[in-house]
């Protein structure tokens, strides 16, 4: 079965660290671009951050640049979302998506277009 996987969240402080990773089962990554999104309560789904499968650029939304980190392994065919000083608004469920094709020099566009696979999503919750 061809799907992507998320695990690594959870509650955590303000403050705090988490890292989601998003393995892939069934196929390898290297022919795909990966981007993370997150959507919190009551509001609409936003790109996060998006890692090209080609040169290693990346790209992340104002929100979360210089606090969130993404990589990718893929002889793990596992894709990493370190997230450090998390805040209440960070909480939301964490989508990765994967999106085939030869990707360069990531931006804003990386969140646009069809994603040829999802994950499920996981709660990430910051709270005191």
């Known amino acids: 079965q061809l799907q992507l996987v998320e695990s690594g969240g959870g509650l955590v402080q303000p403050g705090g660290s988490l890292r989601l990773s998003c393995a892939a089962s069934?196929?390898?990554?290297?022919?795909?671009?990966i981007i993370w999104f997150r959507q919190a309560p009551g509001k609409e789904r936003e790109g996060v951050s998006c890692?090209?499968?080609?040169?290693?650029?990346?790209f992340y939304a104002d929100s979360v640049k210089g606090r969130f980190t993404i990589s990718r392994d893929d002889a793990k065919s596992t894709v990493y979302l370190q997230m450090n000083s998390l805040q209440p608004e960070d909480t939301a469920v964490y989508y990765c998506?994967?999106?085939?094709?030869?990707?360069?020099?990531?931006?804003?566009?990386?969140?646009?277009?069809?994603?040829?696979?999802w994950g499920k999503g996981i709660l990430v919750t910051v709270s005191s």
């Open positions: 998506a994967a999106k085939h094709g030869y990707y360069s020099r990531m931006s804003y566009r990386c969140y646009d277009g069809k994603m040829d696979y």
């Open positions: 069934g196929f390898t990554l290297d022919y795909y671009a």
């Open positions: 890692i090209s499968n080609t040169d290693g650029s990346t």
